[in-house]
T-cell receptor
Framework: GAGVSQSPSNKVTEKGKDVELRCDPI?????LYWYRQSLGQGLEFLIY????????KSGLPSDRFSAERTGGSVSTLTIQRTQQEDSAVYLC?????????????FGEGSRLTVL | GQQVMQIPQYQHVQEGEDFTTYCNSS?????IQWYKQRPGGHPVFLIQ?????EVKKQKRLTFQFGEAKKNSSLHITATQTTDVGTYFC?????????FGTGTRLKVLA
């Protein structure tokens, strides 16, 4: 597609439920990043993919969080047994090649609200 | 580990005044990027600096990379209401690029 696409744009869930957030990066971009942004706060790094591999998972807050990327394209961020503190905007970004740096292109984000 | 401090955290200016935000790293950087996030929006890339002492301009915006490649600044001349938003630096040491804490700019008309 023309840009990074994320879905859903908004998700309201009950505490304890699982959620899946999807990111469709720009075609041809090998690097994909997930960030979390709480209201009025900065960008918290969650995970980075180069192709289908995730060399850096250090940002995942707990073992309730997991992510995968298939076919070097779409990525899914899964949060199990959601907690209220998981409420935030989850931003996905892609770039041409993560190893060489380069511009990040962000999606519009998925706003998660845990009741 | 690498730490990135961005100051100030908030800045309110009158329209027409200048604005500067600073990004400071504890380690030497290979490059630095700047992003702008409008309220309710997502971060948008502004520029990347690579060379020691590099200065780049985009209309009213001036970006500098320090000689030691540990700090950078973004200066806006004669702010406009369209400059409102949060400005983030993004630093690199390895592929794990780190975003600064951001400076939230409010422009009063």
């Amino acid at each position: 597609g023309a840009g990074v696409s994320q879905s859903p744009s908004n998700k309201v869930t009950e505490k304890g439920k699982d959620v899946e957030l999807r990111c469709d990066p720009i075609s041809g971009h090998t690097a994909l990043y997930w960030y979390r942004q709480s209201l009025g706060q900065g960008l918290e790094f969650l995970i980075y993919f180069q192709g289908n591999s995730a060399p850096d998972k250090s940002g995942l807050p707990s073992d309730r969080f997991s992510a995968e990327r298939t076919g070097g394209s779409v990525s899914t961020l899964t949060i199990q047994r959601t907690q209220q503190e998981d409420s935030a905007v989850y931003l996905c970004a892609s770039s041409l090649n993560g190893r060489l740096g380069g511009e990040l292109f962000f999606g519009e984000g998925s706003r998660l609200t845990v009741l | 580990g690498q730490q990135v401090m961005q100051i100030p955290q908030y800045q309110h200016v009158q329209e027409g005044e200048d604005f500067t935000t600073y990004c400071n790293s504890s380690t030497t950087l290979s490059n630095i990027q700047w992003y702008k996030q409008r309220p309710g929006g997502h971060p948008v890339f502004l520029i990347q600096l690579v060379k020691s002492g590099e200065v780049k301009k985009q209309k009213r915006l001036t970006f500098q990379f320090g000689e030691a490649k540990k700090n950078s600044s973004l200066h806006i001349t004669a702010t406009q209401t369209t400059d409102v938003g949060t400005y983030f630096c993004r630093t690199s040491g390895t592929y794990k690029y780190i975003f600064g804490t951001g400076t939230r700019l409010k422009v009063l008309a």
